[in-house]
Structure formats: C-alpha cells, structure tokens
C-alpha cells in the first residue's frame, strides 16, 4: 500500500530552498519504538483519509462554508499528540478538521460537525473552521486570521494562575503572524512567564502568497527574539523532530520558563481552501513535497524495522476508510439543528431568565 507513488528519481526529493535553510539537520535523537511509529502511522491515516472525503464530499455541495484540508500536513498533529498530556490545551486557526481527530473525538462527531447536525462536536453551530471539544482541551477553530494567540495566551495565563503544570499548545499559520497581535502577545507571554508553546505551522504559502513575498524575516522562529523569547526550526515532514521539539518546548514551559516558539516548516498538498486554483505553484514543486509525505516515511519505517507486514498496514487502511465511511453515514442520518437552537449556547442561561432553557 502505498500513499503516493514514488518520483522518477526513486528517491526522496529536496526541500524547496527556503525550508532547508531554515530547518535543523541533526537527525532526531530519541529512540522510538514500535508502539509510537504505529500510533503515528494510524493517527496520520485517519487524518488523510477523513481530508480526503471531506474534499470529495465538499465537491458534492454535501456541506457549505469553507473548507480548508490539512493533507500534507499530518506529521505536526501526530508528532503533537505522542509529545504532550491529556491535561494539556490545544487551540489553532480555522484549517482544523485533524486535530479533534488526533486529540480522540470520534470520526462520526467531525463529521457531523461538517454537516452541520445536532451530533457534531458543537452541534452543528461551528462547521468546518469552528471544532472545540471541552472534554478533549480543544479550544479551536478560529476563523479570524491571527484570533487564536491572544486566546491561546489566554489559556495559559488561567493556567499559571491556577497553580498547574498544563502547557498550551497555540498554532498559527505562517500569514498569521503578519497580525499585530502577534507582537503585543508575544511580549506580555514574555514578561509573565506564560507556559505556551506558539507553534508557527509554515506550509510556505499565506493563501496564495510565499512567505518571500510578504516577510523580511523568512526564518519565522527568529521573530521571537526581540522578546528574548526561545524558539527552533523543525522539519515539519518529520514525526520524530516535531515530537522531540514540542517535548523540549514543553518541559521549558513547566519548569516556569515562560514561552516557546517553533516554526514547524510543512507543506499543504491541496490548495488554501477548496476553491483555491493554485496557480501561485508548480506542480513539480508540489511532488517535491509529496516524495517526502510523512505517512510514507512511517511506513517505510515500520516495514523497515518489521514491525509490521505490508498485509497488516493494508488492513488498517482499509479499517480507516471504512471508519471514515460510517462517519459520512452517521452524519447524513443525524438530524439537523432545531430553530431554537438558535438561542441556545449564546448566553449564559442563568443570567438571561428572558431566554427559555
């Protein structure tokens, strides 16, 4: 079973230029095992084959809105997941839809958040660049470009005052931190010693813009030096360099250090959203990228080390499909929202006695 089929060279391809400059070279030093990488390769299937049926699905008009897919990008989410705590906060941008995943929400209740039904993770109310799931620390889903900063910084700040350990987890992408503020943030996590790792998710491309064209400062990490904030580049195609660098980040936060940046450098396979034509990139820059998909190096490592047969990742792809599959029907049987739907959730209901409950 293979994700992509491999380039005509039969090898792994380069990283464009601005990425290798910017990512580190020394190979990951931690020892993983079995457990880990099949974790990974399971987390990243689901992942990728849930984005590949939502794109499907989105072309059938079967949900509306906007719909940004996280393909390409899964080794973030899955080397993330194996780094942090369960008491740990997550809170991101509106391209969303991997993380309740990866963080445990069932498949069925993504969907169903898609379709906008009362069994979605907000019931409906927040579709495709809304997901929160309290039980899970997901705080978002956020539509306005740059909201989640301050927000993440928020939550870590509720955090430290509480007298706990917890590190919030507050990814962007890399127009993002074009926002102004980025910088107020940036600063006042800074002085307060604030347990957050800001993690800068460049795919190379804000929309339709290169990083070149809008940023001075290509290396994305080294923005937090002003506040003599400290931060890393990671090789973002990688589950093992993002796994060892949020843990890093991590135990820098709990020990009181304050803030972390890690520019995460990664690459989007599809277009911004589904209605992105791409014409800002070749499509031979696209398969550089896809000779180095995440999911395949797992593979090749698992088979590598035997620790798994290529009949028993077939079963478990096959597993996946047929979860996602049960999703889509448990989405389109799922009843809508009522009307009165429409004045719940919006107020605390207590202090609004006017409103029926």
Not at 187 to 207: C, D, G, H, K, S
Not at 218 to 234: A, N, R
Request: hydrophobic share 35%; proline share 4%.
């Amino acid at each position: 079973m293979a994700i992509f089929g491999r380039s005509a060279n039969n090898g792994r391809s380069r990283m464009p230029m601005t990425t290798r400059t910017a990512t580190k070279k020394t190979a990951p030093s931690t020892s993983f095992g079995k457990e880990t990488y099949l974790r990974w390769f399971k987390d990243m299937l689901l992942m990728r084959r849930f984005e590949e049926k939502t794109g499907q699905l989105y072309t059938m008009q079967k949900f509306g809105g906007f719909c940004h897919l996280y393909i390409g990008q899964e080794a973030i989410l899955a080397g993330m997941i194996t780094a942090i705590r369960k008491d740990d906060k997550v809170i991101t941008g509106y391209r969303d839809h991997a993380h309740p995943l990866v963080l445990g929400t069932p498949a069925k209740n993504v969907m169903a958040e898609l379709f906008g039904r009362v069994t979605g993770t907000s019931k409906g109310k927040g579709g495709s660049m809304h997901y929160f799931d309290k039980e899970r620390n997901l705080f978002g889903g956020h539509g306005i470009v740059g909201g989640q900063i301050g927000l993440g910084a928020g939550i870590a700040f509720a955090d430290k005052y509480k007298g706990n350990d917890s590190v919030t987890l507050c990814s962007m992408g890399d127009g993002a931190v074009r926002q102004g503020m980025l910088h107020e943030v940036f600063n006042m996590a800074m002085t307060w010693r604030l347990p957050v790792i800001f993690i800068i998710e460049n795919n190379q491309y804000a929309m339709g813009t290169s990083v070149e064209r809008t940023s001075n400062v290509q290396q994305l990490y080294t923005l937090g030096e002003s506040y003599d904030m400290p931060g890393e580049p990671v090789d973002g195609m990688k589950c093992e360099a993002v796994h060892e660098a949020i843990a890093k980040a991590a135990t820098h936060c709990r020990a009181g250090n304050g803030p972390y940046l890690l520019e995460i450098n990664t690459y989007r396979y599809r277009g911004h959203s589904m209605s992105d034509p791409q014409k800002y990139r070749t499509k031979e820059e696209v398969e550089e990228w896809k000779a180095q998909d995440p999911i395949e190096d797992v593979r090749a490592k698992l088979l590598t080390n035997k620790w798994a047969t290529e009949a028993e990742l077939e079963a478990m792809d096959v597993a996946t499909k047929k979860e996602v599959e049960e999703a889509v029907k448990f989405a389109e049987e799922s009843p809508l929202p009522s009307v009165d739907e429409l004045y719940l959730d919006v107020y605390k209901q207590k202090d609004y006695p006017f409103i029926k409950d």
